[in-house]
């Protein structure tokens, strides 16, 4: 089994987290209907002092654990929102550094890409984000190579993604390539998901 880590952070976008959260949590649910042992836990983890978030649009979401309690994970997820005051956490850019030297994968859903570059964890590959924030990511960190027009990029220990039903996309990938193809069309399939596998871009 492998743990998920997926920050929750005020004003983060919805189902730039819940999209997540649904893929590896029905993929579980799925594997077990097959008699399968559960591939994945999905562990949230509030960026802030307390284990609440209010999301955007008011959603009020709970968290398992804050920063401090977070177990070690081997895929971490950083979902994108209003993302200005996380980017700028001492505390959750340290523990994505942390966490980035055990971890499998760390990934990122829309402008969480700004939180992985604050956090140092980009470098000379390529990434991408929500096409609305293409520029501003290229203008704040213009040493990364941003690409625009793809679902996702997945380079193994690194992934990032485009916005809301991208990171649906790049977390089936996921189940795909730590759990196979079968779970993630079953997954897919299970959500109602056109989905179909294959590469981001």
Same mark, same amino acid.
């Given at each position: %089994?492998?743990?998920?880590?997926?920050?929750?952070? &005020?004003?983060?976008?919805?189902? &730039?987290a819940c999209g997540p959260f649904e893929v590896f949590s029905v993929a579980g649910r799925v594997a077990a209907r097959a008699g399968r042992a559960a591939p994945f836990e999905v562990v949230l983890v509030a960026a802030g002092d307390g284990p609440g978030v209010r999301a955007r649009?008011?959603?009020r979401l709970g968290a398992d654990c804050t920063l401090a309690q977070a177990p070690p994970c081997e895929v971490v997820l950083v979902p994108g929102g209003v993302v200005d005051a996380v980017a700028a956490d001492p505390r959750l850019l340290e523990w994505l550094r942390r966490s980035r030297s055990g971890a499998e994968v760390v990934a990122s859903v829309c402008t969480g890409a700004f939180v992985l570059a604050a956090a140092g964890l980009l470098d000379e590959r390529a990434v991408t984000t929500h096409w609305e924030d293409v520029d501003a990511l290229r203008a704040a960190w213009p040493g990364l190579d941003v690409r625009e027009g793809v679902r996702f990029l997945d380079h193994g220990d690194l992934a990032t993604s485009a916005g809301i039903s991208a990171g649906i996309d790049l977390s089936l990938h996921l189940v795909q390539r730590l759990a196979g193809r079968e779970l993630a069309l079953a997954t897919a399939r299970? %959500? &109602?998901?056109?989905w179909r596998g294959g590469a981001g871009a």
């Open positions: %089994m492998r743990r998920v880590g997926l920050v929750l952070f &005020d004003e983060v976008e919805v189902l &730039d649009g008011g959603l299970q %959500m &109602d998901y056109a």
